[in-house]
Structure formats: structure tokens, C-alpha cells
């Protein structure tokens, strides 16, 4: 493997771990634990039962916590301190030959992560301004499937599965900004509309006859 593709992994990583930290973790260290790929010394911490046993627990906390209206957004807002420091871990392991992290590569895995964790985070509370459920539900899945493809392609097309995130990751929020750009339009003429009608009303009333 190129030292490009382990840079293109080391990004992903990061960059999944700000949408989804504790399945990104547990999918790492599955896929070392199983041997579909030789860890670098700094991520083999991942493989301990101990480190898969929490991730996955946590993972399954998040499934449920995050398809909650309101529970995800304080979620997401908890996991800023989580998310994105793992994501400066996972990056900079990946690209660490001999376990020994770079303070250059923390600083670009933590950025990559935090701008991960904010697209999925406002995407969200913007979804949250709705008030059917449904929008929430659909996200989330979406969002879980994208991790999880990301890390299953991640080793054999690491550039395809960086372009398929992030591409997907930006078409999502901007397909969310516009919906909710729409029905804000929407309510505004619907509580204009009434108001202009009163108004019309009230101007027309006529005086009454002189006696």
C-alpha cells in the first residue's frame, strides 16, 4: 500500500469518526482482530477485547440515541469531546510507521474530524426544526450505512470510499439546508397570508350613516 492510500485512510478515519466515533473504533479494531488488515503498532490498541467490548457497547447507544428528535442533538453536542479527538488519534496512527504520534497529523485529523462532526451536528438540528420524526430516522440510517461502507471500502478503494463520503456527506447537508430553506419559506407566507387578510379587513370596515 502507497503512502497516498494510507494518508487517504488516515483522513477517512477521522473524517468517519466524526459522524459515527465509537462504530469507526470498533470497526478498526474488528477488522484487525479478524485479519483483514495488518494494523500499524499505534492502532493495535483497538484490537483488545477490552477497547471492542466499550466500542461496540457505546456504538449501540449511539444507534438508539441518535434516531431520538432532540436526544441527538445533545448527543452530538456531548460527543464534540469524543469525536474529535479520536479522530486526531485515528489519523495519526494510521500514518505512524512506528507508534510514535505527529503533532502535525493530530492537529489535521482533530480539523477533519471537527468539520465532519459540525456538518452532521447542524445537519441534524436543522432536521430537528421539523416536526415528523421520519426526517430523523432516515439521516441516522443513512448516516450509520455511510460508515459503514466507508470502512469497508477504506482498504481495497480507500480514494473511492473518501469520495463517496465526503461527497455523500455534503449532498445530504445541502439537500437538508434546502428542504429547510423551502418549508421556512413556506410557514413565513402562511403567517403573512393571515395577517394581510386581517389587515384588508379591518380597512375596509365603512362608518356608519350620519344620523
Known sequence: MTEAHVFVIGILLAWLAGIRVYLTVFGVGLAG?????????????????????????????????????????????????????????????????NGELSTGVLAAGAGVALASHGLKAGTRALLNTSPEPASNWLASLAEDGLVIGGLALAVAHPWLALIVVLGASLVGALVVWLVWRMLWRGLKRLFAEPAVTNTHNSGDRSLPPAP
Request: no cysteine; charged share 10%; net charge negative.
Open 33 to 97: 482482530v479478524m485479519g483483514w488488515v495488518d494494523l500499524p503498532p499505534a492502532l493495535q490498541a483497538t484490537e483488545s477485547w477490552w477497547v471492542l467490548g466499550t466500542s461496540g457497547a457505546l456504538a449501540i447507544a449511539e444507534f438508539f440515541a441518535d434516531k431520538i428528535p432532540g436526544v441527538d442533538s445533545i448527543w452530538d453536542l456531548l460527543q464534540t469531546l469524543t469525536r474529535v479527538p479520536a479522530g486526531a488519534f485515528l489519523a495519526a496512527a494510521t500514518l505512524s510507521p
